[in-house]
């Protein structure tokens, strides 16, 4: 069955860098727009950034200049380079994907199951 499956997470000093990784598995006919998600504790969960299927990309302004969202077609796997990380980028990050999933050709939602970034020191 198809999967997104994100890694790269852990805990890393503020000011440090991360680069967190989502790749979808299984059988896709395509993957249309995808995304990072964030949810912190007793926070809702919100977005991070967004890029197309034509590479288009958009931020939330809390990461713009730190944050580059970044996929590889080939590889079914989306990125997220994390830059000079602060406290407050400390959450539950959560990779989101519209895909056409066989016999489907409409797109659909499929979340993967989160992983945690802990910016402390």
């Known amino acids: 069955q198809v999967q997104l499956v994100e890694s790269g997470g852990g805990l890393v000093q503020p000011g440090g860098s991360l680069r967190l990784s989502c790749a979808a598995s299984?059988?896709?006919?395509?993957?249309?727009?995808m995304g990072w998600y964030r949810q912190a504790p007793g926070k809702e969960r919100e977005l991070v950034a967004t890029?197309?299927?034509?590479?288009?990309?958009n931020y939330a302004d809390s990461v713009k200049g730190r944050f580059t969202i970044s996929r590889d077609n080939a590889k079914n796997t989306m990125y997220l380079q994390m830059n000079s990380l602060k406290p407050e980028d400390t959450a539950v990050y959560y990779c989101?994907?519209?895909?056409?999933?066989?016999?489907?050709?409409?797109?659909?939602?499929?979340w993967g199951k989160g992983i945690l970034v802990i910016v402390s020191s």
């Open positions: 299984g059988s896709i006919f395509s993957i249309n727009a």
């Open positions: 890029i197309t299927s034509g590479g288009t990309t």
């Open positions: 989101h994907a519209d895909l056409a999933v066989p016999p489907f050709w409409n797109g659909m939602d499929y």
